[in-house]
């Protein structure tokens, strides 16, 4: 597959895969925003975006780029905390952001100033609580990668996102992924590419290991064509998750590798790296508030890559109310299981930790398993019993009873 980037000295056309991204980015920054300036005591927050293909800000027919949303979301989202922060007798929050936009090509950089600067004149407002500083950098992002590290870290910048929106697969090395999520307290990563030049590269590199993982699809590897009707195949999306988890799945505690969900077939994936539970977490309920803009295909419940095609039937999960229902159908029993595997018991800590890689569920659909289900408690580091959901804490342990239900016992 031939990298072809957008034209924008002559105008770039957003297509139906870039919206989609678009949505869930805008929203889980949203989220990510509110999550960190929740705490009462917070008067202050500093982060650092770095786009390090941001392209031109705009879109020929006027529709915002990743850096007019990255500035346009922070701006409203803190608007309303300190809105909803007065009203409750709680002080403002003010919050520090560096944006570094990168871009290689020249003409895409010099569009970015007219896109942004209204966001910098904005935050420079007497009750904005934003203080933005943007710089536009042209360059090849791995060239560069370390330049942008060097600014974050002499800015004291602690927290980081960056969007990586390639074109291709090549432009964005796995190591350089790893390097950045351990470069600060708290880093997560947003990359986006095409599935099929990944797999070009990689039965280039690792022939045996793609021809196992396509041999059931009756796929040779050597003349594969990647056709719409081939990317359209739900058996063609498990495939190609495997494939990419297996590439990328070290290289964060977090991986999220679900697929953009496009009328043309599974073609391009958004994936976001992270070292926390709670952002994975974050971001399963984001796509199940935006469903169908992206797509599993698997189990619903934990173990979501553990299917196996020779003996058992994966479903599509779109994140709807369909996968909900497949979610609570599979939960009730992937749970308690997971808890035998520890010994009967495990703590709420370890226990997001060891599942947050292993589940496109919603966070509603685990706890309601956990509640509603006969077999399972979650006691206070006092032994108390816990009654709801939201007074659930870290320190708590999930159990097994010790009289379990018939069910549990036969099965």
Same mark, same amino acid.
């Given at each position: =597959?031939?990298?072809?980037?957008?034209?924008?000295?002559?105008?770039?056309?957003?297509?139906?895969?870039?919206?989609?991204?678009?949505?869930?980015?805008?929203?889980?920054?949203?989220?990510?925003? +509110?999550?960190?300036?929740?705490?009462?005591?917070?008067?202050?927050?500093?982060?650092?975006?770095?786009?390090?293909?941001?392209?031109?800000?705009?879109?020929?027919?006027?529709?915002?780029?990743?850096?007019?949303?990255?500035?346009?979301?922070?701006?409203?989202?803190?608007?309303?905390?300190?809105?909803?922060?007065?009203? &409750?007798?709680?002080?403002?929050?003010?919050?520090?952001?560096?944006?570094?936009?990168?871009?290689?090509?020249?003409?895409?950089?010099?569009?970015?100033?007219?896109?942004?600067?209204?966001?910098?004149?904005?935050?420079?407002?007497?009750?904005?609580?934003?203080?933005?500083?943007?710089?536009?950098?042209?360059?090849?992002?791995?060239?560069?990668?370390?330049?942008?590290?060097?600014?974050?870290?002499?800015?004291?910048?602690?927290?980081?996102?960056? %969007?990586?929106?390639?074109?291709?697969?090549?432009?964005?090395?796995?190591?350089?992924?790893?390097?950045?999520? +351990?470069?600060?307290?708290?880093?997560?990563?947003?990359?986006?590419?095409?599935?099929?030049?990944?797999?070009?590269?990689?039965?280039?590199?690792?022939?045996?290991?793609?021809?196992?993982?396509?041999?059931?699809?009756?796929?040779?590897?050597?003349?594969?064509?990647?056709? @719409?009707?081939?990317?359209?195949?739900?058996?063609?999306?498990?495939?190609? &998750?495997?494939?990419?988890?297996?590439?990328?799945?070290?290289?964060?505690?977090?991986?999220?590798?679900?697929?953009?969900? %496009?009328?043309?077939?599974?073609?391009?994936?958004?994936?976001?790296?992270?070292? #926390?539970?709670?952002?994975?977490?974050?971001?399963?309920?984001?796509?199940?508030?935006?469903? #169908?803009?992206?797509?599993?295909?698997?189990?619903?419940?934990?173990?979501?890559?553990?299917?196996?095609?020779?003996? &058992?039937?994966?479903?599509?999960?779109?994140?709807?109310?369909?996968?909900?229902?497949?979610?609570?159908?599979?939960?009730?029993?992937?749970?308690?299981?997971?808890? #035998? &595997?520890?010994?009967?018991?495990?703590? =709420?800590?370890?226990?997001?930790?060891?599942?947050? @890689?292993?589940?496109?569920?919603?966070?509603?659909?685990?706890?309601?398993?956990?509640?509603?289900?006969?077999?399972?408690?979650?006691?206070?580091?006092?032994?108390?019993?816990?009654?709801?959901?939201?007074?659930?804490?870290?320190?708590?342990?999930?159990?097994?009873?010790?009289?379990?239900?018939?069910?549990? =016992?036969?099965?």
């Amino acid at each position: =597959m031939v990298e072809k980037p957008y034209q924008w000295g002559e105008g770039a056309t957003l297509e139906e895969h870039s919206k989609r991204k678009h949505k869930i980015l805008a929203e889980y920054f949203r989220r990510y925003l +509110r999550e960190r300036c929740k705490n009462p005591n917070s008067r202050s927050f500093r982060l650092a975006v770095v786009d390090g293909f941001a392209g031109g800000g705009l879109y020929e027919d006027g529709s915002p780029g990743s850096p007019v949303i990255f500035a346009d979301t922070l701006l409203k989202t803190i608007g309303e905390i300190n809105i909803q922060r007065a009203a &409750e007798g709680m002080p403002s929050v003010e919050v520090d952001c560096l944006m570094i936009l990168n871009d290689a090509d020249p003409e895409a950089v010099r569009k970015l100033p007219m896109a942004v600067d209204p966001f910098v004149a904005a935050s420079k407002e007497n009750n904005s609580n934003v203080t933005l500083h943007v710089e536009i950098l042209q360059g090849e992002f791995e060239a560069s990668v370390s330049d942008f590290s060097a600014r974050v870290e002499s800015g004291r910048y602690r927290n980081v996102i960056y %969007n990586l929106d390639q074109c291709g697969h090549s432009r964005v090395n796995r190591e350089t992924i790893s390097r950045l999520i +351990r470069s600060e307290k708290s880093v997560e990563v947003f990359l986006t590419y095409a599935v099929q030049s990944l797999i070009t590269f990689l039965d280039r590199s690792n022939p045996e290991v793609i021809r196992r993982r396509l041999e059931y699809l009756d796929l040779n590897p050597g003349t594969l064509e990647f056709t @719409n009707e081939l990317m359209s195949k739900n058996e063609w999306l498990g495939t190609a &998750e495997r494939i990419v988890f297996d590439h990328f799945g070290e290289s964060a505690p977090f991986v999220t590798p679900f697929s953009i969900n %496009n009328p043309d077939g599974w073609r391009y994936w958004f994936m976001h790296f992270a070292s #926390s539970y709670r952002a994975r977490q974050v971001y399963n309920d984001v796509l199940h508030e935006n469903s #169908s803009q992206q797509a599993h295909f698997g189990r619903a419940g934990l173990r979501m890559l553990s299917y196996d095609p020779a003996h &058992e039937t994966g479903s599509l999960y779109l994140f709807d109310k369909g996968g909900r229902h497949e979610a609570r159908q599979q939960l009730p029993n992937d749970i308690p299981k997971l808890v #035998s &595997e520890g010994g009967d018991t495990i703590g =709420m800590s370890e226990f997001y930790r060891s599942i947050y @890689n292993e589940t496109p569920a919603h966070s509603d659909d685990i706890h309601s398993a956990i509640f509603d289900n006969p077999d399972l408690e979650v006691l206070t580091p006092s032994g108390n019993q816990r009654r709801f959901p939201h007074t659930i804490s870290l320190e708590d342990t999930l159990c097994l009873k010790k009289q379990l239900s018939f069910y549990l =016992m036969s099965s």
